[in-house]
């Protein structure tokens, strides 16, 4: 089991995280953003390689940091679970 301490940070930790994700100009910026890539890589030619993998790559960093902040949300409540117990 982890100590109080290191619980206590993930937990704060994760509020951090909630309050960039309940954020509406994040939330605003993150969906336009997917919306442009995803705009790009629909508009562009089977032949333009470079520029669909150059979106298909922004579209999974994106998806890589919306993961990053599930798992610290998912890490900080099971260290509030852990505190209550």
Same mark, same amino acid.
């Given at each position: 089991?982890? =100590?109080?301490?290191?619980?206590?940070?993930?937990?704060?930790?994760?509020?951090?995280?909630?309050?960039?994700?309940?954020?509406?100009?994040?939330?605003?910026?993150?969906?336009?953003?997917?919306?442009?890539?995803?705009?790009?890589?629909?508009?562009?030619?089977?032949?333009?390689?470079?520029?669909?993998?150059?979106?298909?790559?922004?579209?999974? =960093?994106?998806? +890589?940091?919306?993961?990053?902040? =599930?798992?610290?949300?998912?890490?900080?409540?099971? +260290?509030?679970?852990?505190? =209550?117990?």
């Amino acid at each position: 089991m982890q =100590n109080k301490e290191a619980l206590e940070e993930a937990a704060v930790f994760a509020s951090y995280g909630k309050q960039v994700l309940d954020n509406p100009a994040y939330q605003q910026a993150f969906t336009a953003r997917k919306a442009k890539l995803f705009d790009t890589f629909c508009r562009s030619k089977a032949e333009e390689t470079e520029k669909r993998e150059e979106a298909w790559r922004e579209m999974q =960093n994106l998806i +890589a940091i919306e993961r990053y902040f =599930n798992r610290i949300l998912g890490t900080g409540k099971k +260290a509030e679970e852990a505190l =209550n117990r």
